[in-house]
Each structure stands twice: as structure tokens, then as C-alpha cells.
């Protein structure tokens, strides 16, 4: 494909985009095992029993990512449409109370490492959705790689789900400290996970911002403190989400209050609010 054409199909895809105003939140952790993959899943059923439109974008490469915690059959993903053998509609899958999943791509695959005919591929497809989004929800991996860090600084809000181990608070303390000195990103909203009671969760936050607010210019929000629950464990045996299996369990209890919080936080005014930006920034590399 000449490079001038590349340019235009681009340019008509970002045009066509501006019209989607999509609230973009990535959930991050630095650790793997601290639940991120169980908070993105039950906050998009808890958001969507709100009435929102909720897409779901699996970052996570890992084993568990989400259309295997919910035992959902996946034939297609990311890959077909950068490939350009699939829309992203085509490949997207439903889950419960109607929330969409876009697969992770397999393998190597890494988003933030495209070629230009691959970018032009990815922003041509969000641009040709079809289906409606109010929220996106990234389900990001473990660690702090390039495409953590991507999805996090494209995100208008950064969910950092820590738990109360030593290696959950220093992961995600390194994960805020290279957000915020190389990316700009400031502010997060933290999960504590698995505390066994309210006051664990308020003492683990207290640790969190006893180092950050010491050697970080960031400021933190805890959003939710969702407690161990049997349940959660209960219900991915039954390849259902916990929220699913068990409504009114205490961490359902915990992460529905949480969507009642996050369906209130605000759109960004200016260009942030709209899928085009997240694209733009996710798959221009950040000159520095
Ligand atoms: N609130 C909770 N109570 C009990 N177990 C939990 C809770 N949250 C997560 N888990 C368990 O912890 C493990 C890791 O969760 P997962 O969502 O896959 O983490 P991640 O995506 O961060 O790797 C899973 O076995 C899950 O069932
Ligand atoms: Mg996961």
C-alpha cells in the first residue's frame, strides 16, 4: 500500500472516530496474582448492569486472560485484524450482561511494537466499530512493559489493584514511579485486593502513600477495598465471573460499588475523551 493512501485511510478513521466519546480506564498492578484480571472482568458486568456499554480490551497475554476465566470460545483475535483478515467487530465476543470482549492478541504480539501498515490496521478498526462503547476497560498484563506503560499513559484513568504482600506494594510503587517521572501520569485510583477486613484496606493505602507521597510527586485515591472472598475462587472453577455466580457476595458487594463510582467519573473535555486519543497515544512511541 503507497504510504500517501496509508495517511488518508488514517485520516478519514480518526475523522470518523471523534464521534465515539469512550471512557477509557486501564487496570495495572505491576504484579501478576493480584487480581486485575477478576476486578476488569466483574467492574465490566457491574458497569454494564448499570446500563453502560462496556467493551473490554484484553491486554493480558498471560494464561488466564479473560475469555478463558470465562470460558468463552475464541476463534479470532487482535492479530486477524491488524492482519487485516477480521474487523474488530468480527472478533468481538460476548460475555455476560453484554459486555464485548476484544481477544488478546497470541504469542509475541506486542501492540506497542506495530508496523505503520499494522497501526494504520488497528486505528482503521476502532474507527470502523460498530458496536457502541461507553466504557473501554484494559486488562493489562504483569510487569512493567512498554505496552503497560502505553495503555496506562492512553488511559484517562489508571486502576493500580495492589494487595497487602511486601511484593505487591514495591510493584506497584515501581510502576507509579516510572508512570509518573517518564509518562506524565499523576494520578491513580487504587483497588486493594484480598484484605481481610476495611481496615486492612485503609492500612495498605497508608503504605502505599507513606512511599509515595515521600519520594513521588503523585496523588492517590483508594477507589475500593474488596475483601478475600471464597467465592472469587469458587466462581472461577465455574468459569463464571464472581459477580455472576454470586451477586451479593463481599466482593461483588465491594466491586459494584465501585462501578457506581466509576460510572460518575468524568469524560475529559478535550480531545481525551475520544477513542482517536487513546489510539494515537497508544501507538505513538512517547518522544523523549
Ligand atoms: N478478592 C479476592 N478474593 C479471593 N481470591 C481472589 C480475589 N481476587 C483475586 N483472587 C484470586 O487470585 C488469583 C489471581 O487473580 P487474577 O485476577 O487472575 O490476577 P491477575 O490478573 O492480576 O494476574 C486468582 O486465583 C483469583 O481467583
Ligand atoms: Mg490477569
Redesign the pocket.
Same mark, same amino acid.
Given at each position: 500500500m503507497p504510504n500517501n493512501q496509508l495517511a488518508d485511510d488514517q485520516a478519514s478513521g480518526l475523522r470518523q472516530m471523534k464521534k465515539q466519546m469512550v471512557k477509557v480506564i486501564s487496570i495495572t498492578?505491576g504484579? !501478576? !496474582? %493480584? !487480581?486485575?484480571?477478576?476486578?476488569?472482568l466483574n467492574l465490566a458486568m457491574a458497569l454494564a448492569q448499570l446500563g453502560k456499554k462496556v467493551m473490554v480490551l484484553d491486554a493480558?497475554l !498471560?494464561l +488466564?486472560n479473560c475469555d478463558v476465566?470465562l470460558g468463552l470460545r475464541v476463534e479470532r483475535n487482535l492479530s486477524h485484524v491488524l492482519a487485516g483478515t477480521a474487523t474488530l467487530d468480527d472478533i468481538l465476543v460476548e460475555g455476560p450482561f453484554g459486555i464485548k470482549i476484544v481477544p488478546a492478541t497470541s504469542g509475541s504480539q506486542n501492540m506497542t511494537e506495530l508496523s505503520s501498515v499494522e497501526h494504520a490496521s488497528l486505528i482503521r478498526a476502532f474507527s470502523e466499530l460498530q458496536t457502541a462503547v461507553d466504557v473501554l476497560l484494559v486488562?493489562t498484563a +504483569?510487569g512493567i512493559s512498554d505496552m503497560v506503560l502505553s495503555f496506562s499513559r492512553a488511559s484517562q484513568d489508571v486502576l493500580v %489493584?495492589v494487595c497487602d504482600e511486601p511484593s505487591s506494594i514495591t510493584d506497584a510503587y515501581a510502576l507509579m514511579k516510572i508512570l509518573s517521572r517518564d509518562h506524565a501520569v499523576e494520578k491513580f485510583k487504587i483497588v486493594a485486593?484480598?484484605v481481610r477486613s476495611l481496615k486492612e484496606g485503609q492500612e495498605l493505602f497508608a503504605k502505599l502513600t507513606r512511599v509515595t507521597d515521600r519520594f513521588l510527586d503523585v496523588s492517590l485515591e483508594l477507589v475500593a477495598t %474488596?475483601?478475600?472472598?471464597?467465592n %472469587?475462587?469458587k466462581a +472461577?472453577r465455574k468459569q463464571k465471573a464472581f459477580i455472576e455466580a454470586f451477586p451479593t457476595t463481599p466482593?461483588s458487594m465491594a466491586i459494584k460499588t465501585l462501578a457506581l463510582k466509576a460510572a460518575k467519573w468524568p469524560l475529559p473535555v478535550n480531545a481525551s475523551g475520544h477513542l482517536e486519543f487513546f489510539l494515537e497515544q497508544l501507538v505513538q512511541p512517547q518522544s523523549e
Open positions: 498492578g504484579k !501478576g !496474582g %493480584v !487480581g486485575k484480571t477478576n476486578v476488569t493480558d !498471560g +488466564a476465566m486488562d +504483569a %489493584v485486593n484480598m %474488596v475483601p478475600h472472598d471464597e %472469587v475462587r +472461577a466482593a
